[in-house]
């Protein structure tokens, strides 16, 4: 067993735990956060995307052991109180979702794909979209929506990020 | 009405989707939580000789390790298939027998042998890896046309020759007559692949035996709650229909996969009354690919005749069905009603045939996948049309034109009647859409860069809104398939539907609360659907063969039209006027054409105060209906893909895809067009990417997603969505489903774009890299080919 402390969703969170425990093991069982999903055992799927220290990892594939003293987020940790994050508003305005499941990945993904295309300065168009989701699969949108969604939210983040400068 | 029917409303139940607040079965924990881990067969065919659980009973934390003997011995009973099926020598289908836990043999890799309990899900599988099993390998068979062979492996005892039934529709003699005097006949072998549905939430479930009860609680991973609990109840005697409760919360994607009932959930069911605890299951992914019931995997044999001017004379199909080890639930009605009914596809055929020959295999059981046969009948016609313009030197959409049907009600020779479509108009749309006129120059523009660019089309038609009970009850279906609802306006006017139905993503939530905005011209936030859970809901059928809108939702519209009369006879006693002059609109219950009024929330509190009701009204406003319907339905469309082709490489991509769909009317277009995106992703998918690989033996090879090619976002294009509506005569919306044409239309219409590129027709699916560049190479140097 090993203690391990980390920030989750702005809030310090500690617990003992085995050494084995993924990070999406911990956050849905140790504690009870189960909007991160599991859907494979490869690392292809992408729903248990989260960001760890501001960068966006799939939880199934890091030790929770390993990551004491980390900022976690979440998909239960995006929105501002009861104000949705743009690209939550993104992917409901645009259908970018049916059954849900993918869903937190791809929000969590997507959001981590505009924050470094902007921090970059390259443009995020279409095709980089696509190419960026190769980590996050969808069974049910055939990703068009998806795509949409994103376009939609990284206008909305660019005038948030101006709008703050 | 704003958010009524043709409006694109945003989902009400996006909310707790995009906040992380879905309910899953996984994320689901019980008090006194124990899980199940199950001991699987590494081997396709063996007999089980021993079981040795010593060393797994040992480890601390294992509650119990339970077995085959010991199920069967409480009495449970063997999964069955619920649609007899008939030879065509009269003879019944030769269903063996599949216990949820594997007795004395086991068939297919995967397949269950005994189970693990646990305090951890890890202790579970580690246990499970402990548990000794001795087997007597047995050699297997994975492919079905060298099951049939002479020698193959006996799988079932009661199915020689591992032949499930050998059934046929249509008339032989006058289809093989036809094809003969043919001025042209098409041959065609073709493979339908075998596919894993894989919706991206794995299977779980979670059973509780509440013993001071004698009651049973599952949450389960179900497209059809109601069903789930009468096969449990009924079949496999887990426990009477009344003392079991069968929810299924929200569910990551279905596809067919999640409307059988499975060994795991009847093991925890019973798990849970052995050890006093409640019992989870959650599926890995390559427990997924081992156990979520395949689809496809058909190889068909058939010929077309055509006369002089290109008219279809005859179209004769021979059909092997791979159905694995066992038969699931719904298997037998997939390549037979489901599958030969259509291969009349859009066309006016005067003589078909088809013999179907179903066959066990040492693979996971095969059953429906989005369309269900219609995919398997839509290739088969599709690509035989494209060959057959090749081979006769005419335009492919011409030679489709000539043969489509053009009045309604049309009756096939395989017993389907076409009630209403548009098919000439839907190929108008979907070839102004796709610019099919400036096709020539972007192919000399791609010529330009090395590439070759080639278009295809698919005229897909298939059967939904399944279906009459009566007729369905005729072919063999041990149920029928109507829908319930329920409409209870309360107290305060507020509404909540209860539906049969049941949602995993197609967003019945909105979309059936729309009908009922639309209809009392109410707020749609004052419209709650209720559905997934026996104890809520009434029985219902369920939610799979694009049914819901056709069924489910007519089922509704049957509800409100007696809600709307117990309505109209209140306020007309309240407001002493006549039934006829009352009108419903604004929130409000009026006399037309006077300032006399209720509000629709006054009416709810008169039912049930019951202060001033009319002499012998009961109390109360809540209305239930059950809707059969009086035919299938019949969604169509034409389907346009546009590809380049890398001809050094073989690297394909789909530069323009463009669907004119006719679903009839059409509630909320946004739902409806993403249902027709993933469909169509899950078309291409099949297409070009998709195939779960057995060896000969049984070994699956495709466990994960490192093996098996998932479509990724940048597998597919943004896709272009035209409707073309002819109205559904025969339900009350006037609607036709939309949930699997995507599937059904987009395999061949991405299949003869690829064909059309690399000037050959020798390609099967999955139509990979490799398997283009081989075929383009093939066609090269034609003595390589052989």
Same mark, same amino acid.
């Given at each position: 067993?090993?203690?391990?402390?980390?920030?989750?969703?702005?809030?310090?969170?500690?617990?003992?735990?085995?050494?084995?425990?993924?990070?999406?093991?911990?956050?849905?069982?140790?504690?009870?956060?189960?909007?991160?999903?599991?859907?494979?055992?490869?690392?292809?799927?992408?729903?248990?995307?989260?960001?760890?220290?501001?960068?966006?990892?799939?939880?199934?594939?890091?030790?929770?052991?390993?990551?004491?003293?980390?900022?976690?987020?979440?998909?239960?940790?995006?929105?501002?109180?009861?104000?949705?994050?743009?690209?939550?508003?993104?992917?409901?305005?645009?259908?970018?979702?049916?059954?849900?499941?993918?869903?937190?990945?791809?929000?969590?993904?997507?959001?981590?794909?505009?924050?470094?295309?902007?921090?970059?300065?390259?443009?995020?168009?279409?095709?980089?979209?696509?190419?960026?989701?190769?980590?996050?699969?969808?069974?049910?949108?055939?990703?068009?929506?998806?795509?949409?969604?994103?376009?939609?939210?990284?206008?909305?983040?660019?005038?948030?990020?101006?709008?703050?400068? | 009405?704003?958010?009524?029917?043709?409006?694109?409303?945003?989902?009400?139940?996006?909310?707790?989707?995009?906040?992380?607040?879905?309910?899953?079965?996984?994320?689901?924990?019980?008090?006194?939580?124990?899980?199940?881990?199950?001991?699987?067969?590494?081997?396709?065919?063996?007999?089980?000789?021993?079981?040795?659980?010593?060393?797994?009973?040992?480890?601390?934390?294992?509650?119990?390790?339970?077995?085959?003997?010991?199920?069967?011995?409480?009495?449970?009973?063997?999964?069955?298939?619920?649609?007899?099926?008939?030879?065509?020598?009269?003879?019944?289908?030769?269903?063996?027998?599949?216990?949820?836990?594997?007795?004395?043999?086991?068939?297919?890799?995967?397949?269950?042998?005994?189970?693990?309990?646990?305090?951890?899900?890890?202790?579970?599988?580690?246990?499970?890896?402990?548990?000794?099993?001795?087997?007597?390998?047995?050699?297997?068979?994975?492919?079905?046309?060298?099951?049939?062979?002479?020698?193959?492996?006996?799988?079932?005892?009661?199915?020689?020759?591992?032949?499930?039934?050998?059934?046929?529709?249509?008339?032989?003699?006058?289809?093989?007559?036809?094809?003969?005097?043919?001025?042209?006949?098409?041959?065609?072998?073709?493979?339908?692949?075998?596919?894993?549905?894989?919706?991206?939430?794995?299977?779980?479930?979670?059973?509780?035996?509440?013993?001071?009860?004698?009651?049973?609680?599952?949450? %389960?991973?179900?497209?059809?709650?109601?069903?789930?609990?009468?096969?449990?109840?009924?079949?496999?005697?887990?426990?009477?229909?009344?003392?079991?409760?069968?929810?299924?919360?929200?569910?990551?994607?279905?596809?067919?996969?999640?409307?059988?009932?499975?060994?795991?959930?009847?093991?925890?069911?019973?798990?849970?009354?052995?050890?006093?605890?409640?019992?989870?299951?959650?599926?890995?992914?390559?427990?997924?690919?081992?156990?979520?019931?395949?689809?496809?995997?058909?190889?068909?044999?058939?010929?077309?005749?055509?006369?002089?001017?290109?008219?279809?004379?005859?179209?004769?199909?021979?059909?092997?069905?791979?159905?694995?080890?066992?038969?699931?639930?719904?298997?037998?009605?997939?390549?037979?009603?489901?599958?030969?009914?259509?291969?009349?596809?859009?066309?006016?055929?005067?003589?078909?045939?088809?013999?179907?020959?179903?066959?066990?295999?040492?693979?996971?059981?095969?059953?429906?996948?989005?369309?269900?046969?219609?995919?398997?009948?839509?290739?088969?016609?599709?690509?035989?049309?494209?060959?057959?313009?090749?081979?006769?030197?005419?335009?492919?959409?011409?030679?489709?034109?000539?043969?489509?049907?053009?009045?309604?009600?049309?009756?096939?020779?395989?017993?389907?009647?076409?009630?209403?479509?548009?098919?000439?108009?839907?190929?108008?749309?979907?070839?102004?859409?796709?610019?099919?006129?400036?096709?020539?120059?972007?192919?000399?523009?791609?010529?330009?860069?090395?590439?070759?660019?080639?278009?295809?089309?698919?005229?897909?038609?298939?059967?939904?809104?399944?279906?009459?009970?009566?007729?369905?009850?005729?072919?063999?279906?041990?149920?029928?398939?109507?829908?319930?609802?329920?409409?209870?306006?309360?107290?305060?006017? %507020?509404?909540?539907?209860?539906?049969?139905?049941?949602?995993?993503?197609?967003?019945?939530?909105?979309?059936?609360?729309?009908?009922?905005?639309?209809?009392?011209?109410?707020?749609?936030?004052?419209?709650?659907?209720?559905?997934?859970?026996?104890?809520?809901?009434?029985?219902?059928?369920?939610?799979?063969?694009?049914?819901?809108?056709?069924?489910?939702?007519?089922?509704?519209?049957?509800?409100?039209?007696?809600?709307?009369?117990?309505?109209?006879?209140?306020?007309?006693?309240?407001?002493?006027?006549?039934?006829?002059?009352?009108?419903?609109?604004?929130?409000?219950?009026?006399?037309?054409?006077?300032?006399?009024?209720?509000?629709?929330?006054?009416?709810?509190?008169?039912?049930?105060?019951?202060?001033?009701?009319?002499?012998?009204?009961?109390?109360?406003?809540?209305?239930?209906?059950?809707?059969?319907?009086?035919?299938?339905?019949?969604?169509?469309?034409?389907?346009?893909?546009?590809?380049?082709?890398?001809?050094?490489?073989?690297?394909?991509?789909?530069? &323009?895809?463009?669907?004119?769909?006719?679903?009839?009317?059409?509630?909320?277009?946004?739902?409806?067009?993403?249902?027709?995106?993933?469909?169509?992703?899950?078309?291409?998918?099949?297409?070009?990417?998709?195939?779960?690989?057995?060896?000969?033996?049984?070994?699956?090879?495709?466990?994960?997603?490192?093996?098996?090619?998932?479509?990724?976002?940048?597998?597919?294009?943004?896709?272009?969505?035209?409707?073309?509506?002819?109205?559904?005569?025969?339900?009350?919306?006037?609607?036709?489903?939309?949930?699997?044409?995507?599937?059904?239309?987009?395999?061949?219409?991405?299949?003869?774009?690829?064909?059309?590129?690399?000037?050959?027709?020798?390609? &099967?699916?999955?139509?990979?890299? &490799?398997?283009?560049? %081989?075929?383009?190479?093939?066609?090269? %140097?034609?003595?390589?080919?052989?």
């Amino acid at each position: 067993m090993t203690d391990v402390t980390m920030v989750v969703n702005g809030k310090a969170v500690q617990r003992s735990i085995d050494d084995t425990t993924l990070l999406s093991e911990f956050l849905r069982e140790n504690l009870r956060l189960t909007g991160t999903h599991v859907g494979c055992d490869t690392s292809q799927c992408g729903a248990c995307v989260v960001h760890v220290n501001g960068r966006a990892i799939k939880s199934c594939t890091a030790l929770a052991a390993s990551l004491d003293g980390a900022e976690v987020t979440t998909i239960e940790g995006v929105a501002n109180g009861k104000e949705l994050h743009p690209m939550q508003r993104a992917f409901n305005v645009h259908h970018g979702l049916q059954c849900g499941f993918c869903t937190p990945g791809m929000i969590m993904a997507g959001i981590d794909m505009v924050n470094r295309y902007q921090a970059s300065g390259q443009p995020l168009t279409e095709a980089t979209i696509r190419h960026e989701l190769e980590g996050n699969i969808c069974r049910c949108t055939g990703y068009h929506n998806i795509v949409r969604a994103i376009e939609d939210a990284a206008q909305q983040m660019d005038g948030m990020s101006k709008a703050a400068e | 009405m704003s958010d009524g029917i043709g409006a694109r409303v945003a989902r009400k139940e996006d909310k707790r989707f995009i906040t992380g607040k879905g309910k899953y079965t996984d994320d689901i924990r019980m008090e006194n939580q124990a899980y199940a881990a199950f001991v699987r067969s590494p081997h396709a065919h063996a007999r089980v000789t021993g079981i040795d659980a010593s060393a797994a009973e040992a480890m601390d934390g294992v509650i119990a390790v339970l077995n085959g003997q010991e199920l069967t011995g409480d009495g449970i009973g063997n999964i069955i298939c619920g649609w007899a099926v008939t030879s065509k020598d009269g003879s019944p289908m030769n269903m063996g027998a599949w216990s949820a836990l594997a007795t004395e043999k086991v068939r297919y890799v995967g397949d269950a042998v005994a189970v693990v309990i646990a305090e951890t899900q890890a202790l579970a599988r580690l246990a499970a890896e402990a548990v000794d099993v001795a087997y007597e390998e047995l050699t297997g068979v994975a492919f079905a046309d060298a099951a049939l062979a002479a020698g193959a492996p006996q799988i079932h005892d009661n199915a020689p020759g591992n032949l499930i039934y050998d059934w046929e529709i249509g008339d032989q003699a006058a289809t093989d007559a036809a094809i003969a005097g043919a001025a042209h006949v098409t041959e065609l072998q073709v493979t339908n692949n075998r596919l894993s549905p894989n919706p991206m939430e794995p299977r779980s479930a979670v059973a509780t035996f509440d013993e001071s009860e004698d009651h049973y609680t599952l949450y %389960t991973t179900s497209q059809n709650p109601h069903v789930a609990r009468l096969v449990l109840s009924a079949f496999y005697q887990v426990a009477p229909e009344h003392k079991l409760r069968v929810i299924a919360p929200d569910v990551g994607g279905g596809f067919g996969c999640k409307i059988y009932i499975y060994p795991e959930e009847i093991t925890c069911l019973w798990a849970s009354m052995k050890t006093g605890r409640s019992v989870k299951w959650t599926s890995d992914r390559t427990e997924a690919f081992m156990t979520d019931a395949h689809g496809r995997d058909h190889i068909s044999t058939a010929k077309m005749g055509f006369d002089a001017s290109g008219k279809i004379v005859g179209f004769g199909v021979d059909t092997i069905a791979n159905f694995g080890a066992y038969m699931s639930l719904f298997s037998s009605a997939v390549p037979t009603y489901l599958y030969a009914t259509l291969l009349s596809g859009q066309y006016n055929i005067a003589n078909i045939h088809c013999n179907v020959r179903g066959v066990y295999t040492n693979t996971v059981p095969v059953d429906a996948y989005r369309g269900a046969g219609r995919p398997e009948a839509c290739y088969l016609i599709e690509r035989m049309l494209e060959t057959a313009a090749r081979e006769m030197g005419m335009d492919p959409a011409d030679l489709r034109r000539k043969n489509f049907i053009d009045s309604f009600p049309h009756e096939t020779p395989v017993i389907m009647t076409y009630d209403a479509g548009d098919f000439a108009g839907n190929m108008d749309k979907a070839q102004a859409a796709a610019d099919v006129a400036g096709f020539a120059a972007r192919k000399a523009e791609a010529a330009g860069r090395g590439k070759l660019r080639g278009l295809g089309y698919s005229a897909y038609i298939e059967a939904c809104g399944i279906a009459p009970s009566a007729a369905v009850g005729s072919l063999g279906a041990g149920v029928g398939l109507w829908e319930s609802a329920e409409v209870r306006v309360n107290p305060v006017g %507020t509404i909540e539907v209860l539906t049969g139905s049941h949602s995993h993503g197609q967003g019945h939530e909105t979309t059936f609360a729309q009908i009922v905005a639309d209809r009392f011209d109410l707020p749609i936030e004052n419209i709650q659907i209720v559905h997934g859970d026996t104890d809520k809901v009434q029985f219902g059928m369920g939610t799979y063969g694009s049914r819901s809108g056709a069924v489910g939702m007519s089922a509704i519209v049957k509800a409100m039209d007696k809600v709307e009369a117990k309505v109209k006879k209140i306020a007309a006693h309240v407001l002493e006027a006549a039934e006829d002059d009352i009108v419903i609109e604004g929130g409000e219950v009026k006399v037309a054409g006077t300032d006399k009024a209720m509000g629709w929330h006054e009416v709810g509190l008169s039912a049930y105060t019951a202060h001033n009701l009319p002499d012998g009204m009961e109390p109360g406003l809540k209305e239930g209906a059950f809707y059969d319907p009086v035919n299938f339905t019949f969604p169509a469309g034409c389907y346009i893909a546009e590809v380049e082709v890398d001809p050094e490489t073989g690297v394909t991509e789909i530069v &323009q895809f463009t669907a004119a769909d006719d679903f009839g009317n059409i509630i909320n277009p946004m739902i409806v067009e993403g249902q027709v995106h993933g469909g169509v992703a899950q078309g291409i998918g099949q297409a070009m990417l998709e195939q779960v690989v057995y060896d000969h033996t049984g070994q699956l090879i495709t466990g994960s997603y490192m093996d098996y090619a998932m479509p990724r976002a940048d597998d597919v294009p943004s896709y272009t969505i035209e409707h073309n509506t002819t109205v559904c005569p025969n339900n009350p919306l006037g609607i036709k489903g939309c949930g699997e044409a995507g599937a059904i239309g987009a395999p061949p219409a991405v299949i003869n774009a690829i064909t059309d590129a690399i000037g050959t027709n020798d390609l &099967q699916m999955p139509a990979t890299s &490799q398997a283009v560049w %081989t075929a383009i190479q093939a066609a090269k %140097t034609p003595m390589a080919a052989e």
